[in-house]
């Protein structure tokens, strides 16, 4: 979609905050080993994992080696001389000019000419106070004079728990920083497949024209999860709830990539523009009755052997907080009014799945149905389906006659599989967005407006839900396609939620 893959072409030092977390192990650390094994370094790459409790390099390379890939083992050796540990004490303003002179001294004589990515992978709450302390130890200022000794600063989500709290977020911030040098991360804008929706829309041109109400009767978002919660995710979880964790953030890049208008450009600004006029256009939730018509919130019970939300560890037993939510959303502009966009997620469903289905309007005129043959003939809309994952694909489905004397129509699709026309892993999303950090491209990130405007949407909704009189979440059985209210939301459109078939 962007410019060519991004690789490193400067000395580089990585220094992660939150070392003995379970990102930087599950997720960071492989993606730099499989960019090494990319051959992705035209330069020297150091990486300093810092934490707070005291450790060796020795013994974080000793702790990390069980999460490379048997098959890269020879890259992690050529690498690991340059993986260092730095423990942070108590975060004090002598322990980070601490940190500022190590990583000099590891520079050694690139110290002035190498760039640095900082990267919090650490919990939100300590996402402002690191910021402070890297920028009063004046490790945040890079030198106009020198573009290679960059700075800058990748940010995990949630970026805030609501408006007020992104907006403050971002205050801080720019406080330090310059917008470029800010890269708040979603990791779903990493992946290929989600990469590739603007690449469809914009490097093909059949499609574009039709792109509009005058065409779509309604577009779907599904991000369907059999994950419930894992790996000690329950305290995180409930204070969070499907519309902080999923909607806030991967529903709504998916939900922009498919409404924006074309950029100008593929430039971040350019792109993120486009972006945040999508949000802008989409409209909250004016009060509660419009949420509780328009939005359907679950909760997952015991089934099949599985636990139920609330006896999950680290959940409240009385916990009113989503595992599942769908949404029929609205976009004010001239494409889109009238529209209706369907958006789901939710943990223990019975498949996982994420697909966008672009629903076309029916014909005007149905020539070929007669009441006998309702059920075989009935006209299907149209639809293009993204396949995000699993089995990666794009599925365009029609009506053909079936042969015969008859005009018995069916519904038949074309398809492309990623599998098929590119054999082969692609690269791990953490990849994609490290190295474009690295490279100062910063499209597949979120610009801070844009994260505000997403929550002003996601807040509308929880206002609702908090009103007086608001209904409780309805319950699903674990392993089951969520709520039954849900297919409520499709009233007067053709069409129902997919299956992921
Ligand atoms: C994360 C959420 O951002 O995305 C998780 O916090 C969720 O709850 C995950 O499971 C889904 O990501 P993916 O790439 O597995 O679809």
Redesign the pocket.
């Given at each position: 979609m962007l410019s060519p893959p991004a690789s490193v072409q400067v000395p580089t030092q990585i220094v992660i905050f939150g070392a003995s977390g379970d990102l930087t192990g599950r997720k960071l650390i492989p993606a730099i080993v499989d960019a090494a094994c990319r051959r992705a370094f035209n330069a020297p790459v150091q990486v300093i994992g810092v934490d707070l409790r005291p450790l060796s390099s020795e013994a974080w390379r000793e702790e990390l080696q069980p999460k490379i890939a048997a098959s890269q083992a020879h890259i992690w050796q050529e690498l690991a001389p340059n993986v260092h540990y730095h423990a942070i004490g108590d975060g004090s303003a002598t322990a980070f000019a601490h940190l500022r002179r190590h990583l000099d001294e590891l520079a050694g004589p690139m110290k002035h000419v190498v760039g640095r990515l900082f990267h919090l992978a650490l919990r939100p709450s300590l996402f402002a106070g690191t910021i402070e302390s890297l920028a009063n130890a004046g490790m945040l200022k890079d030198d106009p004079l020198r573009i290679e000794s960059w700075r800058r600063v990748v940010i995990e989500?949630p970026f805030g728990t609501d408006l007020a709290t992104a907006q403050w977020l971002n205050l801080t911030l720019r406080r330090h920083l310059r917008e470029e040098q800010i890269y708040r991360i979603d990791?779903?804008l990493g992946?290929e497949t989600v990469q590739n929706i603007l690449a469809f829309r914009f490097e093909n041109a059949i499609f574009e024209p039709i792109w509009s109400s005058q065409h779509v009767e309604s577009v779907e978002i599904s991000?369907c999860?059999t994950?419930g919660m894992e790996s000690g995710?329950g305290k995180y979880?409930d204070s969070a709830g499907a519309l902080r964790?999923?909607v806030q953030?991967?529903l709504m890049q998916l939900l922009c990539l498919v409404a924006m208008e074309p950029p100008t450009s593929l430039d971040a600004e350019s792109v993120r523009t486009e972006k945040v006029k999508v949000l802008k256009s989409l409209e909250s939730f004016e009060d509660p009755q419009d949420v509780w018509r328009n939005v359907v919130r679950g909760q997952y019970v015991a089934a099949g052997g599985e636990t139920g939300y609330l006896a999950e560890d680290g959940v409240a037993g009385d916990s009113e907080t989503e595992s599942y939510v769908a949404i029929r959303a609205r976009i004010h502009n001239w494409r889109w009014a009238g529209v209706p966009f369907f958006l789901r997620t939710g943990?223990r469903l019975h498949k996982r799945y994420?697909e966008i289905v672009v629903r076309f309007r029916v014909p005007p005129a149905d020539l070929f149905s007669g009441p006998a043959l309702a059920d075989v003939c009935r006209l299907r809309p149209n639809s293009l389906v993204f396949r995000i994952?699993p089995d990666e694909g794009i599925r365009l489905s029609f009506m053909v006659k079936q042969p015969g004397l008859g005009h018995i129509m069916r519904q038949a699709t074309l398809g492309f599989d990623y599998k098929d026309l590119f054999p082969g892993d692609s690269p791990d999303?953490y990849q994609r967005l490290l190295l474009d950090a690295v490279a100062g491209q910063a499209t597949l990130f979120i610009r801070g407006d844009e994260a505000e405007a997403a929550w002003r949407f996601a807040d509308s909704i929880r206002a609702g839900w908090t009103a007086k009189g608001a209904p409780p979440p309805v319950t699903y059985p674990s392993g089951s396609s969520g709520p039954e209210l849900a297919d409520e939301l499709f009233h007067g459109c053709e069409g129902v939620w997919g299956t992921g078939a």
């Open positions: 989500k990791h779903y992946k991000v999860e994950l995710r979880y964790d999923m953030n991967h943990k994420s994952q999303p």
